[in-house]
């Protein structure tokens, strides 16, 4: 190649072209240096295939998958530009990382569409994985995801590709135990990973929170169903409960797999629940205490069969009874929630019913439906991916609601709203959380410390101004405000002011222990954020003098 080199410094071009043939090999360096030829020459598509072919061949070659970005940005292809500066910064272990991150600096994150990116992103991950090109790329998943560019977190980082950077996770470990069977090769196809997942994370939550009869029955049919790896149960099982209880809940699944059968993968699960232990230092054993199961009353409602102006409330609320309403558009959500809610217990007397509606158009819809269907004086809005596994949880709330100072209770709000109507933007004084939230890859914590809060019948109470979605409950009726929020953003907050107007009061439950875990979705869509940003403009709109 050194003829060639010099051929090229000296820009005779075509013969640097015609000694290339003569020396054809299939080296990255002849690629590079082919498709550099073929741009002098002006013959860029020609440099183009060429690039292609080299990263096709040598996907691990950062120079080539450089020069790929350079050429899709030459064609007006911004995303799929800035997408291979990613992988490329990822790759490069030389001097040339600080030309490649000042191109990548130089691609305006203003002018890019972030689902354009994700989707992008998800499609070079897919094309990597086939190629077996597992390390590099969980690397550079890795660099994504926990990145601190603002445009990534914001705009690009979606539910989608948290499920890819697990599954290269649990790869990366089968690797190393030099399993024949890939779950990256397994779980191609990023839905079904997303569906036996939500099987899974039920299971293992069940476990941790003492459900152990119904946990172990789920695991054993999983086992059965999915010849999934070790590894795979033990990243999912990281993923799935708090980090103090990881080892614990491993543990418990490891002797249920040796019950089973299969012995070897319960060895390797056992190993991986005690270097968690290491790794976290304190870890805890999960309750397996026994419970009381309480009957439920469940009404299944179609709001396409609701006519909302030929529906009056009940005449007479029931003091003694506790409904939960709840939008839902998925039956095994529906299920885990139900299972929750009967072994919730209630003050003495009191009873339980609960109301899911299917189809509604906007929540407002939903919960209006619910709330004039239901004749109970207490009424706990939830989301469907809501699980109150605090068994002793309603009971706090109703004791709560039986204050007069308080009608209305949430597990997560803000003292002040902030100007734009975005309450988690609220300082860090002013914001207040007392529940586990499930970010796919991890299950965070997060409990306001109790300083400065008014306690009240064994319980503390902090008193907001507005009050967050995931969980609201209620012992005063007011109508939703469907005449304004005719999606599913907003009308949380709007509600929590409509009591306020009232002439109610709202408080996040704290009782320094978080009862009830809800996932986060971390989806990105044009359609969404459109209808959010519209919601966001209303509530400013029609609350900017409270």
Avoid at 46 to 66: H, K, S
Avoid at 105 to 110: A, D, G, Q
Avoid at 192 to 216: M, N, P, S, V
Avoid at 277 to 286: A, Q
Wanted: glycine share 4%; with cysteine; aromatic share 12%.
């Amino acid at each position: 190649m050194e003829q060639v080199r010099s051929l090229m410094e000296r820009k005779e071009y075509e013969r640097a072209l015609q000694c290339l043939k003569e020396k054809k090999n299939d080296s990255a360096e002849y690629y590079i240096y082919l498709a550099s030829i073929q741009e002098n020459l002006r013959y860029v598509e020609d440099a183009l295939q060429t690039v292609q072919e080299g990263c096709r061949m040598y996907p691990d070659n950062y120079e080539l998958v450089f020069m790929f970005g350079n050429y899709q940005l030459y064609y007006g292809e911004r995303e799929k530009s800035y997408v291979q500066y990613l992988l490329a910064v990822t790759l490069c272990d030389t001097q040339d990382l600080r030309i490649i991150q000042e191109n990548l600096n130089e691609v305006s994150t203003e002018e890019l569409d972030g689902v354009k990116v994700s989707e992008e992103i998800q499609k070079v991950i897919k094309e990597r994985i086939m190629l077996g090109e597992y390390e590099d790329t969980y690397r550079f998943v890795s660099d994504v995801v926990f990145s601190d560019n603002t445009f990534l977190f914001k705009k690009v980082i979606d539910q989608w590709i948290r499920y890819d950077y697990m599954i290269l996770e649990i790869t990366a470990c089968e690797r190393k135990r030099d399993l024949n069977t890939l779950s990256a090769d397994k779980y191609i196809d990023c839905a079904d990973f997303a569906r036996i997942l939500k099987e899974y994370k039920f299971a293992f939550r069940c476990i941790w929170f003492g459900f152990l009869e119904e946990g172990q029955k789920k695991v054993a049919e999983l086992i059965k169903q999915y010849n999934d790896s070790a590894d795979f149960w033990a990243v999912v099982g990281k993923c799935s409960v708090d980090e103090l209880y990881t080892a614990s809940v491993l543990e418990k699944t490891a002797k249920l797999i040796e019950e089973l059968g299969q012995t070897q993968k319960a060895e390797v699960l056992k190993r991986y629940a005690n270097a968690f232990k290491g790794i976290n230092g304190v870890n805890r054993e999960v309750f397996c205490g026994e419970r009381t199961k309480t009957e439920l009353e469940v009404h299944y409602l179609d709001a396409e069969e609701w006519d909302m102006t030929k529906i009056n409330p009940p005449k007479k609320r029931d003091a003694n009874k506790i409904s939960f309403i709840l939008c839902a558009n998925d039956e095994s959500y529906v299920e885990e929630v139900l299972l929750y809610l009967q072994y919730q217990n209630v003050p003495e007397n009191y009873r339980i019913s609960v109301f899911v509606i299917f189809h509604a158009k906007s929540m407002t819809q939903g919960y209006n439906i619910g709330m004039r269907a239901s004749d109970a004086v207490y009424k706990i809005y939830i989301h469907q991916d809501t699980f109150l596994f605090d068994v002793d949880f309603t009971k706090r709330l109703i004791r709560g609601l039986e204050d007069s100072h308080y009608q209305m209770l949430g597990v997560a709000g803000t003292s002040k709203m902030p100007k734009n109507g975005i309450w988690w933007d609220s300082s860090v004084e002013d914001k207040h959380l007392c529940l586990y939230q499930d970010w796919t890859l991890h299950v965070l914590r997060s409990v306001t410390d109790g300083q400065g809060i008014q306690e009240t019948f064994m319980q503390l109470i902090i008193p907001v101004q507005c009050l967050d979605g995931v969980l609201i409950a209620t012992s005063a009726d007011v109508a939703w405000r469907d005449d304004l929020f005719t999606n599913f953003h907003f009308y949380d907050v709007s509600q929590t002011m409509e009591f306020q107007r009232a002439g109610y009061r709202a408080g996040v439950l704290n009782c320094g222990m978080a009862g009830v875990l809800h996932e986060v979705s971390v989806g990105k869509n044009p359609a969404t954020e459109q209808a959010y940003e519209e919601s966001r403009r209303r509530f400013i709109t029609e609350y900017k003098n409270i």
